[in-house]
């Protein structure tokens, strides 16, 4: 069934108006002028075909028209309100879904998360392990972090210095350690399906691994930065405006990039 079109606003201003019975002490509720209260009185009586309010020597009165449906009308408000109460209660939820390489979530995500949630325990995580751009509603995504030279068409924010840096042994032999994105080419002495295990395979002695500089941030002893390599390329969490604006997105954003 086709929905009528409904004049919401001169419908709140019909309720206020009737509540009152003044013009101008609805002006004062809605914070617009009596003059205005009018006119969407006349356009909502113009609309609906019927006259809502009549002048006596006692003061506005309501018709038997506008009085039969301002009960019905009052419930619809009260149901609008209770709607807005049920959609914002969905944003109370305090479960976060994250999107992230699974070498990133591994060396320096998943600390930082799991520090976080110590700050309140009904904290949720649901990591998704992705390098490829997602659907942010099929996923059902609040947040995603790529590697990239910026947000893209999302709301974002970089994570640490954009960049490369090269990883090596003091004793290990000049080749590198491949990985699919990395920097350069040619020479590889190993191939691997991502900077975290090139990470690895370098603490071992295959050769050396250029990584994101932000992958250097942890735990790579005995491994020391033997280069850097300058790129636009640098993590990003990025998402929608709509789940950029989310106050439990706001919160973790702020501790990630604190």
């Not at 109460?85 to 930082?112: E, N």
């Not at 949630?117 to 972090?145: K, M, Y």
């Amino acid at each position: 069934m086709k929905r009528t079109h409904l004049p919401l606003n001169a419908l709140r201003v019909l309720d206020a108006a009737a509540r009152h019975l003044s013009f101008t002490r609805a002006a004062d509720e809605l914070a617009v002028t009596p003059a205005a209260v009018g006119q969407q009185v006349r356009a909502l009586e113009d609309t609906l075909g019927v006259v809502l309010f009549k002048r006596t020597a006692k003061g506005l009165e309501l018709t038997p028209e506008a009085a039969a449906g301002l009960g019905a009308l009052r419930d619809g408000f009260l149901h609008f309100e209770e709607a807005v109460r049920a959609i914002q209660a969905g944003q109370t939820s305090k479960t976060l879904t994250i999107a992230a390489p699974r070498d990133l979530t591994a060396r320096w995500l998943g600390r930082r998360l799991a520090a976080y949630g110590r700050t309140d325990p009904e904290l949720r995580f649901v990591l998704i392990a992705s390098d490829d751009e997602l659907d942010f509603t099929q996923a059902n995504l609040d947040l995603a972090i790529r590697l990239a030279d910026g947000p893209g068409e999302h709301e974002g924010v970089a994570l640490g210095h954009r960049g490369y840096v090269t990883l090596a042994l003091p004793d290990a032999p000049a080749q590198a350690i491949a990985w699919p994105g990395q920097p350069g080419e040619g020479g590889a002495a190993m191939t691997v399906a991502d900077a975290g295990l090139a990470i690895d395979a370098a603490r071992e002695g295959f050769g050396r691994a250029t990584v994101p500089a932000l992958l250097a941030e942890g735990d790579i002893a005995p491994l020391a930065v033997v280069d850097s390599v300058p790129s636009l390329l640098g993590y990003w969490l990025i998402a929608p405006v709509p789940q950029w604006r989310q106050r439990k997105v706001k919160a973790l954003v702020a501790a990630l990039v604190e």
